[in-house]
């Protein structure tokens, strides 16, 4: 066997084990993709029986398992900050969502009776999955205290953290940013009607400016 042949078999065995490491060994790897988040009413009640204007969120999730291994995300949180603010939310249900979805129109979305409660969702090998996932404000959080005073206008951070299964801390695995105008705070806590945000992305905004 010639020198060249040599090179050339340890190539091709060098090949054949990175694509059976991609396609059959690669452990689970998780990446996280959002859609335009809607932002429902959600009055709040706080300790001393006082009601305050939050939101839920709906985000419309990708999940994308990277490698070829199954994973099961044992749970979501998501953390929404403003300013000093700084509020958690927990994961409610699954619900129908996609871009065509009436802003304003029809039933609520977080009333469909075909919501699905939340649960771990698993992922196989190289599965791409869309779930809209409605997260509402936790109140009793000392850490994440709702506060007493009304939305204020400015940009809002959200940070999506996730926790896999044998993993003992959650990780954030997507960021959106957010700008909301003092005219959208002031339609959104006034009114009686089943109003939502759909708030643009400033991401997106910025790219499309770049465009």
């Not at 050339?8 to 090949?15: Q, T």
């Not at 926790?163 to 959208?184: A, F, M, N």
């Amino acid at each position: 066997m010639t020198t060249a042949s040599i090179i050339i078999s340890i190539i091709a065995l060098i090949v054949s084990g990175i694509v059976a490491w991609k396609n059959y060994l690669a452990p689970f790897r998780l990446s996280l993709h959002s859609g335009a988040p809607r932002l429902e009413r959600c009055p709040v009640e706080l300790i001393d029986g006082r009601a305050v204007m939050r939101f839920a969120v709906v985000l419309p999730l990708y999940f994308v398992n990277e490698g070829a291994q199954d994973g099961i995300i044992s749970d979501i949180v998501l953390i929404v900050r403003s300013g000093q603010n700084a509020w958690l939310f927990y994961p409610a249900f699954y619900c129908k969502y996609s871009v065509s979805t009436e802003p304003t129109l029809g039933r609520m979305l977080t009333k469909d009776p075909s919501n699905e409660p939340f649960y771990p969702p698993h992922l196989q090998g190289k599965e791409t999955l869309y779930k809209p996932v409605v997260f509402f404000p936790v109140g009793n959080s000392k850490k994440f205290p709702l506060g007493d005073k009304p939305l204020l206008p400015g940009k809002y951070t959200f940070q999506v953290m996730i926790l896999e299964t044998l993993r003992t801390y959650y990780e954030v695995k997507l960021t959106l940013h957010i700008t909301l105008s003092e005219e959208q705070i002031g339609e959104f806590e006034s009114s009686p009607s089943l109003t939502c945000l759909i708030p643009f992305i400033d991401e997106v905004q910025d790219k499309r400016q770049l465009l």
